[in-house]
């Protein structure tokens, strides 16, 4: 690492965090998401933007590149703390300063140039036990923790569906893999679950979220960050045949999140676009018999780990979506920017709903879902 990137990483880990968690406290006694006009929180502000500033300008005026991919990743994410940060505190960083060197990082990476939740959660090196955040809250903490236990969760699942095609659905073998994605599953629950149960609604509304606002790189809008942009979630769903990938709206997602999603989850977006679904594969082989021991067992774990992926994303709508971002919003005063991807709340919410109800196949007017054939799984498991 150069000694420029080591004095900006430094400072992300140490002065960053701190004047943030300043800030932060400021705005949560008055329960504002912003305050104008105060001397004590523009001084705190301008120290920011003014320290960030000059020591990314440092590196970026060596016009040299980390070799390696994971460092370069590393230092966008950096740079994009930054920026992320200067967003949320509502003030315009000097673009000419910044831009260049979070373009030039982006371009040779493929992904957008501004900071993801990947950064948080799957490129996130800790030093003496402590992650890179915005502040030192509490709350930001078990946000983290827990969203990037749910994502390693989901990513185990994804690798455990992945095992099966090669080795086929009546394979005994395959029902070690659809045991272990089951389980995963689960823990996305659980994980989940402790999230709801331990975050503080306010804090998260007034001093978390906003960090993940979108913002400007030179002369483009890059939309936020936001938990769900990695590939294994679209890998369970479409291998369990509950979304498709030449469904438009599903189309829309996965290429929507594309450039949001780290370097190495972009083939794994890729490759949907070819996945036969575990689904078609169960429905051939049931409607062609026998129906073996182990084809009966795996269908029969098929069927439970749709419906606790299901479960999962209703308890995402229900317990973190509603709970946490539509009723704080519901009782602020209008603000065009609260949701993490920019468009309007109610447009967030109902393309939610709509993956929700794709998730958990049900039966919704207008809506194609996987239910008639799951329920001919169903079926074909009954005694004839
Ligand atoms: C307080 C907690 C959370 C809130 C308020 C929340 C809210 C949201 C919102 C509003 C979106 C829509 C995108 C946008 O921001 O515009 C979203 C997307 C998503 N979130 Fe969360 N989320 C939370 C936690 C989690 C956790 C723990 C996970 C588990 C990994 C997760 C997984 C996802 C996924 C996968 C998507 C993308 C939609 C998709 O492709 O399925 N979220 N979330």
Not at 5 to 23: C, H, K, M, S
Not at 31 to 44: E, F, P, Q, T, Y
Not at 339 to 360: F, H, K, N, Q, W
Request: with cysteine.
């Amino acid at each position: 690492m150069s000694q420029p990137v080591a004095d900006l990483e430094r400072w992300i880990r140490g002065e960053f965090t701190e004047l943030n968690t300043e800030l932060e406290e400021l705005y949560f006694t008055e329960k504002a998401i912003i305050l104008a006009g105060r001397s004590d929180v523009d001084s705190l502000v301008d120290t920011l933007v003014r320290e960030g500033e000059s020591l990314i300008a440092r590196v970026a005026e060596r016009q040299e590149l980390p070799a390696d991919q994971d460092s370069r990743y590393e230092l966008l994410g950096l740079v994009g703390f930054y920026l992320g940060a200067c967003r949320r505190h509502e003030v315009e960083p000097d673009q000419s300063r910044i831009a260049p060197l979070a373009l030039a990082l982006s371009t040779s990476l493929g992904v957008a140039p501004r900071f993801s939740s990947a950064h948080q959660h799957l490129h996130n090196r800790a030093v003496g036990g402590a992650f890179h955040t915005f502040t030192a809250l509490d709350s930001e903490r078990i946000f983290l923790t827990y969203n990037g236990l749910a994502v390693m969760a989901y990513r185990r699942a994804a690798h455990a569906l992945l095992g099966i095609p090669p080795l086929g659905v009546s394979n005994p073998l395959a029902t070690y893999h659809f045991s272990d994605a089951l389980a995963a599953l689960g823990n996305v629950m659980a994980y989940s679950r402790t999230l709801a149960d331990e975050l503080d609604r306010d804090r998260f509304f007034y001093n978390i979220r906003p960090y993940f606002k979108s913002y400007r790189v030179g002369r483009s809008e890059y939309r936020g960050a936001n938990a769900g942009d990695f590939a294994a979630i679209n890998t369970i769903d479409v291998l369990l045949g509950l979304c498709s990938p030449h469904d438009p709206f599903y189309q829309w997602v996965a290429a929507d999140k594309y450039p949001y999603v780290a370097p190495e989850d972009q083939p794994v977006l890729r490759a949907l676009a070819t996945t036969e679904s575990l689904l078609a594969a169960f429905l051939r082989e049931l409607e062609a018999g026998p129906v073996s021991l182990s084809l009966r067992e795996n269908a029969e774990l098929f069927l439970a780990a749709c419906k606790q992926h299901g479960a999962a994303t209703v308890f995402h709508h229900h317990r973190l979506v509603v709970p946490y971002l539509e009723e704080p919003a519901a009782n602020t005063p209008s603000r065009p920017d609260l949701t993490a991807s920019g468009p309007p709340l109610a447009v967030v919410i109902e393309t939610l709903a709509r993956l929700r109800d794709l998730r958990a196949a049900r039966e919704r007017p207008g809506l194609a879902t996987a239910r008639p054939y799951l329920d001919r799984v169903q079926q074909l498991l009954k005694p004839r």
